[in-house]
């Protein structure tokens, strides 16, 4: 198989609602809250934009400690000359 290749895409600043988190509670897998992104920015050579409210990130912490992440975002990118 041959190497994976990657490349820089952007910077991504959301604002997320911390006040309104939402804690479902445990699940069998972990600790699961919803997060509600407020809006925010992405940034890099190739591509640049918003990132429009009403996404979320739907995290869970596991028991070992780690946190999973589901962020689901919806972006609208600016036209960039490359």
Known sequence: MP???TEFLCDVVVDVDWWGMIDIG???HGHRHIV???G?????????GAVLPGGADWFIRRP????ELDVRV???TAMMAI
């Not at 925010?40 to 640049?48: E, H, M, R």
């Not at 070992?64 to 946190?67: A, C, E, F, K």
């Open 40 to 48: 925010g920015t992405f940034d890099g050579p190739k591509i640049k």
């Open 36 to 38: 509600y992104i407020k």
């Open 74 to 76: 919806a972006l609208r």
């Open 3 to 5: 190497d994976l290749e």
């Open 64 to 67: 070992d400690g780690l946190v």
């Open 26 to 28: 445990a699940t069998p």
